[in-house]
Structures are given as structure tokens and as C-alpha cells.
């Protein structure tokens, strides 16, 4: 039989207030399944009605602010903007000038998932990488060049050519597995796997094991960015070489 204690809220609990477009089913999913139970996610759902396009990006951006303020009364440790592009569309800089007008708005610790790949890269020492995306290529455009102004060598990319998000949604792993066929480079150091949407983490360990490089992936790199702000240990089982000791 199950307590009264054991049903009341733990005193250590934390609380992550993510931030996700409206039809995305996948960044929650893998933050449910992998962190641990203390840390709750509370979820603020950014509008996009049209295809993953970059006009349709930037309009559910102007309501981030707004999900910043509404999450902040749930008493959240921390907001997660738990999108890759909109942290980034804006160029160099987009997703550092996001978390300043959070934290100016809340008071609270603020990251983004562009700026948690930007980190996962550099913790892992790589340089030179492959990029794959689910997207059209206008998507991929500006992913490239935020990469490329942050210091890295986007060596090759390429999209699926997808612009619905629930299709997107629905791809599975393997997708992403066939894409590294496609885009690996003997030169690269590492695929990058960008879209939170994109149910990449099931194939993590395989494309590291079979091509021998390192994989990070948009959610990741975001579970591994949520832990370490939140002074906890960065270290999950089949999330790849990021978090096996991180």
C-alpha cells in the first residue's frame, strides 16, 4: 500500500518550464522518459498552425516571452525554450539575447536548445561536423550558418524535405540512421541530428557504434543542458558518448 507520504510533493523537487511548439509531441516525451522523477516538466505550447518554415518560425517566436511569463508562476527552477530554430534564426547571438530577455522578464535561469547544441559540440572537443534535419532546405539554411558563425565546419547537410511537424513527429529512428549513411564524411568528427521533434535518441547508440563518430541531437543535448542547470549529474544510459560521463 502506498502511503500518504509517499504521495505528497518532495521537498527537493525541481521544476522545468519548457517551452515547445504546438505540434510537437517529441521534446517532452524524451524529457518524461530520461530525467529523473524529481524533476517535473511543465509545459508552455508556442503556437505554429503552418508548415516548419522560417515565417512561421518566427511568427510562434513572439510568443515566447509571454510562455516565459505564464511558466514563471508555476514556480519553475528553470525555462527551457525547447526549440532549436527559433533560438537561432536571428543569427550569432539570437539565442544568448532570448536567455538575457527571459531572465530580464522572470528572474528566473533561461537556456535554449540552440545554445545546448552549441555546448554539447564544444564538450565533446568537435570541430568538424555532418548535419542532418528532417526540414525543407530553407530550414537548414540558417541552421548551417549559425553553426558555421559559432566556429564550426558543417563538412555536409541535408533534410528530409519535411514541413509537416506532426509528420515529422512520426518519423522513426531509422530515419535518422539512414540519413548518416547518406551524410557521413571520413573527415567529420560528429553528426548533428537538429529538431526536437525528431525521435533521434533510440538510434544514438548504433550510429555511434557502426560509424564510429559522435552523435548529438537536439533533445540530447537539451536533457543534458536541463541537468547541468540544474546542478545535476549529466549522465543517462543510451543518450551516446554526450551523456555517458558528462
Known amino acids: 500500500m502506498v502511503s500518504i507520504a509517499q504521495l505528497e510533493p518532495q521537498s527537493a523537487e525541481q521544476r522545468i518550464g519548457l517551452m515547445v511548439p504546438s505540434s510537437n509531441t517529441g521534446i517532452e516525451a524524451d524529457f518524461v522518459r530520461s530525467l529523473p522523477r524529481d524533476i517535473t516538466i511543465h509545459t508552455a505550447r508556442l503556437p505554429l498552425f503552418h508548415s516548419v518554415e522560417p515565417a512561421a518560425i518566427e511568427l510562434m517566436s513572439r510568443d ?21 530554430v527559433p533560438s537561432l534564426l536571428g543569427g550569432l547571438g539570437h539565442d544568448t539575447r532570448m536567455i538575457e530577455r ?35 532546405e530553407c530550414m537548414n539554411v540558417p541552421i548551417v550558418e549559425f553553426l558555421e558563425a559559432s566556429g564550426f565546419r558543417v563538412l555536409a547537410w541535408k533534410g528530409l524535405g519535411l514541413s509537416d511537424n506532426v509528420e515529422i513527429g512520426r518519423l522513426p529512428p531509422a530515419s535518422a540512421y539512414e540519413l548518416a549513411r547518406k551524410l557521413d564524411r571520413p573527415e567529420a568528427e560528429a553528426f548533428l541530428f537538429v529538431c526536437t ?22 533533445n540530447q543535448a537539451s536533457l543534458r543542458s536541463a541537468l547541468h542547470a540544474l546542478g545535476r549529474p549529466a549522465r543517462l544510459s543510451e543518450c551516446g558518448r554526450l551523456l555517458a560521463d558528462s
Open 64 to 84: 515566447i516571452e509571454n510562455a516565459s511569463r505564464l511558466l514563471a508562476t508555476a514556480s519553475v527552477n528553470l525555462l527551457f525554450v525547447g526549440a532549436t
Open 102 to 136: 527571459i531572465r530580464e522578464l522572470t528572474g528566473i535561469r533561461a537556456t535554449t536548445t540552440s545554445t545546448a547544441v552549441i555546448d554539447a559540440l564544444g564538450a565533446l572537443g568537435i570541430r568538424r561536423l555532418v548535419l542532418g534535419t528532417p526540414f525543407i
Open 197 to 218: 521533434n525528431w525521435r533521434v535518441l533510440p538510434a544514438i547508440a548504433r550510429i555511434e557504434s557502426d560509424f564510429g563518430k559522435a552523435v548529438v541531437t537536439s
